[in-house]
């Protein structure tokens, strides 16, 4: 099933403050948005806390480590927030990081053999896309590996999100451009698809952050000046 982002109803759009570089993952608790970002001409990396009505940052920390300063995708899990830190290059490096997600602390951190863009967490697994998602890795939470699959269904995942025991990934690409994907996690399959068009600025609305929490879906596509929008999903 396959519906417009179009034919959803606009709650609300917040604009950032202040410049947040280029903006990558977010995720939403409560009153608080977490944003990823990256600065490419200084080679660094930050993890933002923001508040949610007012899209004011609140605490901003460096998640950089020498030529890994790409984060990605995120999400909260508990008392934490699960980071990748990617060299800026296909088929690199990157530290998956654990950290407090109300200090921003670093708690722990495990390294992986390629460029992880994107995490979900829940259940104790870490889910992990790499350059474009073109597969799809799962690791334990100490960094134990899984499995690695390819991904079938043509969308270049940027944030993928665990909710209601279904990966939903958002990206470019595929049959229809952009999209929101709700897909079962043993087969891969897309089950349900949000199909996605661009901002007034003629960024697709799927380029990069995406999550849900409570009906709502969060999209922060572009970068400065960076505006959240949220749509409530039927």
């Given at each position: 099933m396959s519906i417009l982002l179009a034919t959803l109803t606009l709650l609300?759009?917040?604009?950032l403050e202040p410049p947040s570089h280029h903006v990558q993952g977010i995720d939403v608790?409560?009153?608080?948005?977490?944003?990823?970002s990256v600065d490419r001409a200084t080679r660094a990396g930050f993890l933002g806390r923001y508040d949610l009505t007012t899209g004011r940052r609140l605490a901003q920390v460096p998640v950089h480590d020498g030529e890994r300063f790409h984060p990605g995708g995120i999400q909260v899990d508990g008392a934490y927030l699960w980071v990748p830190v990617a060299e800026y290059r296909?088929?690199?490096?990157?530290?998956?990081?654990?950290?407090d997600k109300v200090t921003l602390a670093l708690v722990a951190q495990f390294e992986v053999a390629d460029h992880i863009g994107c995490l979900a967490v829940a259940g104790g697994v870490i889910w992990g896309g790499n350059w474009d998602s073109t597969h799809l890795y799962r690791w334990q939470l100490d960094g134990t590996p899984i499995d690695k699959r390819e991904n079938p269904t043509g969308t270049r995942y940027q944030d993928i999100k665990i909710a209601d025991g279904h990966l939903v990934a958002s990206g470019l690409g595929g049959p229809d451009k952009g999209a929101i994907d709700w897909v079962d996690p043993s087969t891969l399959k897309?089950?349900?698809?949000?199909?996605?068009?661009?901002?007034?600025?003629?960024?697709?609305?799927?380029?990069?952050?995406?999550?849900?929490r409570?009906?709502?879906?969060?999209?922060l596509p572009e970068d400065d000046?960076?505006?959240?929008f949220r749509y409530q999903l039927p």
């Open positions: 609300g759009v917040t604009l608790e409560g009153a608080i948005l977490w944003v990823t296909r088929a690199s490096s990157t530290w998956v990081q654990k950290r897309v089950l349900r698809r949000v199909v996605t068009g661009t901002t007034d600025r003629g960024v697709p609305f799927t380029n990069e952050g995406m999550t849900l409570g009906g709502v879906l969060y999209l000046p960076s505006r959240l």
